[in-house]
């Protein structure tokens, strides 16, 4: 059987596509680290692609606690990262559900009005932040299910962020044969089918043995899409 990083997604079936998703919460690569450094490079991909001036300050001091960590060819927890994890997914839970029941210390209260008293929703996708904030959870707590985050960030980011582009009515009302069709037609595309490749290739450098630095380094300018993409999307 192929390896998720072997398969051409392009040539599947719609349902071999949408299986080939599924898959991504159990996918295991050569070890929960391994795993967690492709997660984390798709997720700095993802930060790059939306990145803009306006980019609060919190997610790219996360991202850097979290390189920081990873850095040495195993995952260092340190309580200072425990105790900025809990802060964030206070926060995020606060800014996506409305729910403060988290923020039940000083410190997650200083940490929310250091970092989100101004929180612009146009300045960055909430929904990336939930998921973001469960990434950061999986990885501190090294549970294994990082790589169910890059199924949900395709699904619940990258999909809206295509069909956006394609111009498809992310507003109106689907039945279930519509929804499906939807989701198809983005799957489909050349640029969906772009990003898998991509992604395969980051699964592939995440278990080249290479440096968790020098990755870091590579993957600080690089996003989901080509440049030729973005060219296309801002026409």
């Not at 960055?124 to 990082?146: A, K, P, R, W």
């Not at 039945?175 to 969906?192: C, L, T």
Request: proline letters at 3%; one cysteine or more.
């Amino acid at each position: 059987m192929l390896k998720h990083y072997e398969e051409n997604f392009a040539e599947m079936t719609p349902q071999e596509k949408e299986n080939f998703l599924g898959r991504f919460s159990c996918l295991s690569l050569t070890s929960d680290y391994i795993n967690d450094l492709f997660a984390l490079i798709v997720y700095t991909r993802a930060l790059n692609t939306q990145r803009t001036d306006s980019t609060p300050e919190v997610l790219p001091l996360a991202f850097d606690l979290l390189w920081d960590a990873m850095a040495s060819g195993e995952t260092v927890i340190t309580e200072e990262l425990r105790q900025f994890e809990e802060c964030l997914q206070a926060a995020a839970c606060m800014i996506v559900n409305c729910d403060d029941s988290y923020m039940d210390t000083p410190e997650k209260e200083d940490f929310y009005h250091k970092y989100f008293d101004d929180w612009d929703h146009r300045s960055c996708n909430s929904g990336f932040l939930e998921m973001f904030g469960h990434l950061f959870f999986d990885i501190v707590e090294e549970n294994g299910e990082s790589p169910d985050r890059v199924g949900e960030l395709l699904e619940c980011w990258a999909d809206s962020y295509i069909a956006e582009e394609l111009g498809m009515d992310e507003s109106a009302p689907l039945n279930g044969f519509q929804w499906d069709k939807r989701r198809a037609d983005v799957h489909a595309s050349p640029i969906f089918c772009d990003i898998i490749a991509r992604l395969q290739e980051d699964m592939r450098e995440a278990m080249s043995g290479k440096p968790a630095g020098e990755l870091r380094e590579r993957y600080q300018t690089l996003g989901l899409f080509s440049e030729e993409e973005l060219r296309q999307f801002r026409a």
